[in-house]
């Protein structure tokens, strides 16, 4: 009974963790992006790195959200 009552906090917890995973991996890959256009004298790689950061997030999203329905059946 107890898992029960558990298991909606618990999808609560990870969708409400969603919004910070992502833009922690969108700041990552910015900040490597950053790195790099300062070590290579570019502004090209902050650009790439930023659009591959926010694809990686949108893609473990989906992956998540996808985990969630699977596990809710």
Sequence with gaps: MLNNK???LNKWIQLI???????I?????????QYLDEKYQSEN???IFTVVGVFLA???VIRQVNQMSKNEK
């Design 25 to 33: 991996v969108i700041f990552l890959f910015a900040y490597l992006g």
């Design 45 to 47: 790689y902050v650009k």
């Design 6 to 8: 558990n298991k909606p």
């Design 58 to 60: 949108m893609y473990n």
């Design 17 to 23: 963790s969603i919004p910070a995973q992502m833009g």
